[in-house]
């Protein structure tokens, strides 16, 4: 069963929308789940109010907590058993770390009645931060945090 799990998860060269490239090996699904995971305007209802379209506010959150899951179940797999080039490509660990640092930025923690997906979103992220934070332990270095982003000066 493994060695089928292993097989489904083939590790590409995979270009990134920015004009770098992610390691190659960085599992192919990571960067179009980056970008699913990053929230629009209606992926959540505005606090204290109903979502203008609330089918729409559904579905954009469902997918969003769906993306990070699949980053979560990625990261803490990848985690288990990192590989050294993998560990070695601390750029595209920071990449991902930033990427998913913005959505949780955008999310916001306002999380009040009728927000519960907003939650969902912060405790999946706190998990797939965790796996990259393992993978590329001691390689991610932030000075500080400037709106959810890691920031170099």
């Known amino acids: 069963?493994?060695?089928?799990?292993?097989?489904?998860?083939?590790?590409?060269?995979?270009?990134?929308?920015n004009g770098t490239t992610t390691a190659r090996h960085m599992p192919a699904l990571v960067e179009p789940l980056i970008t699913l995971i990053q929230p629009v305007r209606l992926s959540f209802p505005p606090a204290?109010?109903?979502?203008?379209?609330?089918?729409?506010?559904?579905?954009?959150?469902?997918?969003?907590?769906?993306?990070?899951e699949c980053l979560n179940n990625i990261f803490l797999s990848l985690s288990t058993s990192p590989t050294a080039e993998l560990a070695a490509a601390s750029a595209s660990g920071k990449?991902?770390?930033?990427?998913?640092?913005?959505?949780?930025?955008?999310?916001?923690?306002?999380?009040?009645?009728?927000?519960?997906?907003?939650q969902e979103i912060w405790e999946i992220g706190v998990g797939v931060l965790?796996?990259?934070?393992?993978?590329?332990?001691?390689?991610?270095?932030?000075?500080?945090?400037?709106?959810?982003?890691?920031?170099?000066?």
């Open 95 to 118: 990449q991902v770390w930033d990427g998913v640092w913005a959505a949780l930025g955008s999310v916001g923690t306002d999380i009040a009645l009728g927000q519960e997906r907003k």
């Open 48 to 68: 204290a109010m109903q979502s203008p379209h609330p089918p729409t506010t559904s579905v954009l959150s469902a997918i969003h907590v769906s993306a990070l």
């Open 1 to 17: 069963m493994e060695e089928d799990v292993a097989y489904h998860m083939a590790l590409d060269d995979v270009p990134t929308t």
């Open 130 to 153: 965790w796996g990259i934070g393992n993978i590329w332990k001691g390689s991610l270095v932030c000075l500080f945090i400037r709106k959810g982003a890691c920031v170099e000066s």
